[in-house]
Every structure is written in structure tokens, then in C-alpha cells.
């Protein structure tokens, strides 16, 4: 523990009397000592006592020998009388927390007596802390791993202890505080949501235990697949609409060393649809990319485009003839029902089939599991597998 400074400046003067467990030479010059303790009464640990003792005699005459100063029963330091004497730099640092009691003590010499100062008591309390929390990643996937640090800072000491990680009330674990009032615990256990992360930090004799704010950690529910030196996770959502595209994000992290150039490919994509990479080759050391999943709606097999965007028009005819019935006389309008009823009927199987053409039915709804493939590639393909693949659920849904 560094230490800075008590420094007690002593006023030289002539004093008589006795201090306990010095024998003082036979005299009638009388002294007496002051002691005055400049900094505050209450202190934090860390903190420098300072002050002085101002030694006084009956008759005015200038005494010689030392001037003890006591922390209880505990010599902390001694020095000569003397105009501006004071003690070494480091003597007023390191009072453990708790009370002290301060005196001093003049040692006498041949011709006055010695003698004892008030007490002057100093408390020491623990000092303040602070704790700040961060994460190596934020959002992350499932399964990735995390690394939480808490620097524990506090105003005057060096804090010593432990600090422990949690999930809400659950604990994470828990890690030494170094040298630099660091703590660190890595993880690949959160599950999908969001977390409520704190450190807390247990405090010493010397510092006092605090906790950190919240951090809210994000894990996504999207796959993430690890090998060897790199790793490839997806991101985003992962249900489309029948005729939509699904919009993701893939990346490529080192776990070891440097990751090499990644190639990236999809496989196990439903019938009609496609996947298209904003970049497909992720360069050595790892990085990102976009990555769209495309399904194609029910059309003709002359047309790509969706029965849904054109339907409106095939029952054009229907929907005005029904609207034209509304004017028609009761009898007349009855013998026209059936009629009706059968051009809606045609009309709506014509949309559905093409109208003739051959039907297209498109990417069928439901759930496929698609797989992005990141195939080492390059100069360091040989110390990585050459593979890793990373399963993806995908709803096609009706929208």
C-alpha cells in the first residue's frame, strides 16, 4: 500500500516533567507539548494524517532531545526538536481502518523536564468504491462466448478482493480483483433473451463493498456453430413470408489466433427459393456479411409474379356484376343467383391456375432448416477445419 505522508512540524521550547518509561534528569523547568492534527478528524483509507506538536517552556528556554509521536502505544515516528523538524513522507499513510489515538511526547534533556501532549483521535473509515461493468459482445448469439469485466475503482486505496458475476439473482461466478482493480469472467452459458448483468464487488477491511449498475445483455436465439480457430454465427429474423426475403446477418470470429479466409455457401434451401450473400468471401481475421433468403409466391409458369398481387383483377367482373344485381328487381335478381355464383367460381379457378397456363405453386410454407456453410479457404485452411456449418431454422409463413 503506498504510503504519503504524516509530517509533524515541531516548535522548539523548553519544557519540564515526565514521560512514561523515560527517565527524565532532575530539573525545574517545566514544558508542555501541543499537538494540533491539520487534516480532518474522519478520514478514508488511503488518506495522510499531517499535523505537528508545539513544544512550550515555563521559562522560555530552548529544550534539545526528540519528540516522539504515538498512535496508541505504537512509536510512529521520532525526531529532534527543532525549528521545522518533521518526520519522513510516508509516516502519516497506512492507519488501518478503525480509531487512533495521537499523541506526542517530548523526550527531556539535562536541564528540563519531559512531557506529554493531548490526545488527538483520528478516525479511519473503509474507502468508497465503484463499480463499472461491460461486455465483450452486445448483442450476442446463442452459445457465444462473453466476457464480462468490472473495474473496481475507489478514491485513495488499492482495492483487494473479489467480485461476483450475476444474472438477475442468478450468480454467474466469480473473480479476483488484480493488481489494477480489474475482475473478469468469461461465459458461453446465457441463454436466448435479455439479461440483467451486475458485478458485485465484496469489499475488504480497507474498501467497501459496492455493485455495479445493470447491464442488459441481448443473446439472440439464432445458431451459432464453432470450430477450430473461427466460428460462424447468424443473426436476424428468421420468418418470411411466402414471396418475401429474409434479411440476416453472418459472421465470421476468431476463437484462436487468426481465423483464415471463409467461404460461405448455403445448403438445405426449400424448393424455390435462394440465398445471396452481401459478400461471400470473409478475408482472414474474420468479419461480416449480409445474407438474404428469398422465397418465391405461387404464380403462372408465364409470369413470376405472386397470384396476390394480380387476383384483384380477375374478380373484377364478378364483384361489379353483384353490385349491378343490387338494382335488379327481387324476382329477376333471384333467377340470376346461380349464374353469379358460377362466373365468381370460374373466375377465382382461373386465378388460381393461371388461367389456363400451367401453375407455379412456389416456396411451400413451413419450417426448414438451411445450413451457412463457412469453408476455410487460403493459407491457413490447413491449421482450421475446413468446414463449419451452422443450422438455421426458417418459417415460411402466409402473409
Keep these: 500500500m503506498p504510503i504519503r505522508g504524516i509530517v509533524y512540524k515541531m516548535a522548539a521550547a523548553l519544557f519540564l516533567g515526565s514521560i512514561p518509561g523515560v527517565l527524565a534528569a532532575a530539573t525545574t523547568v517545566s514544558s508542555s507539548v501541543v499537538l494540533t492534527i491539520t487534516s480532518p478528524s474522519t478520514i478514508y483509507f488511503g488518506q495522510s494524517v499531517d499535523g505537528y506538536a508545539?513544544?512550550?517552556?515555563?521559562?522560555?528556554?530552548?529544550?534539545?532531545?526528540?519528540?516522539?509521536?504515538?498512535?496508541?502505544?505504537?512509536?510512529?515516528?521520532?525526531?529532534?526538536?527543532?525549528?521545522?523538524?518533521?518526520?519522513?513522507?510516508?509516516?502519516?499513510?497506512?492507519?488501518?481502518?478503525?480509531?487512533?489515538?495521537?499523541?506526542?511526547?517530548?523526550?527531556?534533556?539535562?536541564?528540563?523536564?519531559?512531557?506529554?501532549?493531548?490526545?488527538?483521535?483520528?478516525?479511519?473509515?473503509?474507502?468508497?468504491?465503484a463499480v463499472s461493468l461491460t461486455s465483450s459482445a452486445n448483442p450476442a448469439t446463442v452459445g457465444q462466448g462473453l466476457t464480462f469485466t468490472a473495474a473496481v475503482a475507489?478514491?485513495?486505496?488499492?482495492?483487494?478482493?473479489?467480485?461476483?458475476?450475476?444474472?438477475?439473482?442468478?450468480?454467474?461466478?466469480?473473480?479476483?480483483?488484480?493488481?489494477?482493480?480489474?475482475?473478469?469472467?468469461?461465459?458461453s452459458s446465457l441463454s436466448a433473451g435479455s439479461h440483467s448483468i451486475t458485478a458485485s464487488y465484496s469489499g475488504n477491511v480497507d474498501a467497501a463493498a459496492s455493485i455495479s449498475a445493470p447491464l442488459t445483455q441481448t443473446v439472440d436465439s439464432s445458431a451459432v456453430s464453432t470450430g477450430g480457430a473461427y466460428s460462424v454465427a447468424v443473426t436476424g429474423s428468421t420468418t418470411v413470408g411466402v414471396g418475401r426475403t429474409a434479411n440476416l446477418i453472418v459472421s465470421v470470429n476468431s476463437r484462436q489466433g487468426t481465423p483464415p479466409t471463409v467461404q460461405l455457401s448455403?445448403?438445405?434451401?426449400?424448393?424455390?427459393?435462394?440465398?445471396?450473400?452481401?459478400?461471400?468471401?470473409?478475408?482472414?481475421?474474420?468479419?461480416?456479411?449480409?445474407?438474404?433468403?428469398?422465397?418465391?409466391?405461387?404464380?403462372?409458369?408465364?409470369?413470376?409474379?405472386?397470384?396476390?398481387?394480380?387476383?384483384?383483377?380477375?374478380?373484377?367482373?364478378?364483384?361489379?356484376?353483384?353490385?349491378?344485381?343490387?338494382?335488379?328487381?327481387?324476382?329477376?335478381?333471384?333467377?340470376?343467383?346461380?349464374?353469379?355464383?358460377?362466373?365468381?367460381?370460374?373466375?377465382?379457378?382461373?386465378t388460381l391456375t393461371g388461367c389456363g397456363n400451367c401453375t407455379d405453386l412456389g416456396t411451400k410454407p413451413g419450417s426448414y432448416t438451411i445450413k451457412v456453410v463457412g469453408t476455410a479457404v487460403g493459407a491457413n485452411a490447413d491449421a482450421s477445419p475446413s468446414v463449419v456449418t451452422t443450422p438455421v431454422k426458417i418459417t415460411v409463413s402466409l402473409q
Design 154 to 187: 475507489d478514491a485513495y486505496a488499492s482495492p483487494a478482493g473479489s467480485v461476483t458475476f450475476l444474472d438477475g439473482a442468478t450468480v454467474l461466478g466469480t473473480a479476483g480483483v488484480n493488481s489494477a482493480g480489474v475482475a473478469a469472467l468469461s461465459t
Design 266 to 350: 448455403c445448403s438445405g434451401l426449400p424448393t424455390e427459393s435462394a440465398c445471396t450473400f452481401g459478400v461471400q468471401t470473409i478475408p482472414a481475421g474474420g468479419g461480416a456479411t449480409t445474407l438474404q433468403v428469398s422465397t418465391m409466391a405461387p404464380h403462372d409458369c408465364g409470369s413470376t409474379t405472386p397470384y396476390f398481387l394480380s387476383a384483384g383483377m380477375s374478380f373484377a367482373g364478378p364483384t361489379l356484376a353483384g353490385l349491378v344485381m343490387l338494382f335488379i328487381p327481387g324476382k329477376k335478381r333471384r333467377g340470376l343467383k346461380g349464374l353469379l355464383i358460377a362466373m365468381v367460381a370460374i373466375c377465382g379457378m382461373a
Design 54 to 129: 508545539n513544544v512550550t517552556t515555563s521559562d522560555g528556554s530552548t529544550p534539545t532531545g526528540t519528540i516522539t509521536f504515538y498512535d496508541g502505544g505504537q512509536d510512529i515516528c521520532s525526531i529532534a526538536v527543532a525549528q521545522q523538524g518533521s518526520c519522513s513522507a510516508d509516516t502519516g499513510t497506512g492507519f488501518a481502518v478503525g480509531s487512533h489515538p495521537i499523541t506526542a511526547a517530548y523526550s527531556g534533556d539535562a536541564t528540563h523536564s519531559g512531557s506529554t501532549s493531548n490526545t488527538v483521535t483520528v478516525v479511519v473509515l473503509q474507502d468508497g468504491t
